[in-house]
């Protein structure tokens, strides 16, 4: 069994920054991409972006220039900095992995943007 938990959310005004955090734990072996996804009341879920086991990463056009996406493959974490944060950022924040050839999800975390 896989678990992803997610951390560093939280309220924030226009303009700041948060770093989100999540943490895979369990009996790993293999992982590949992993990604961050949101979801805003009322709206389908969302990709964020997502990184490879090599570090390509690809961002939805809303968050180029402002989020960066990261991991550190020796800790089985993966890292969301966002900047510049707006309050069209608030939602549940979802992490992803491919971990042991099976798709996971953390159980999300909350981002508020507002002032």
């Known amino acids: 069994q896989v678990q992803l938990v997610e951390s560093g959310g939280g309220l924030v005004q226009p303009g700041g920054s948060l770093r989100l955090s999540c943490a895979a734990s369990?009996?790993?072996?293999?992982?590949?991409?992993m990604g961050w996804y949101r979801q805003a009341p009322g709206k389908e879920r969302e990709l964020v972006a997502t990184i490879t086991s090599f570090g390509s990463t690809n961002y939805a056009d809303s968050v180029k220039g402002r989020f960066t996406i990261s991991r550190d493959n020796a800790k089985n974490t993966l890292y969301l900095q966002m900047n510049s944060l707006r309050p069209e950022d608030t939602a549940v924040y979802y992490c992803?992995?491919?971990?042991?050839?099976?798709?996971?999800w953390g159980q999300g975390t909350q981002v508020t943007v507002s002032s």
């Open positions: 369990g009996s790993i072996f293999s992982v590949n991409s």
């Open positions: 992803n992995g491919n971990i042991n050839y099976s798709r996971w």
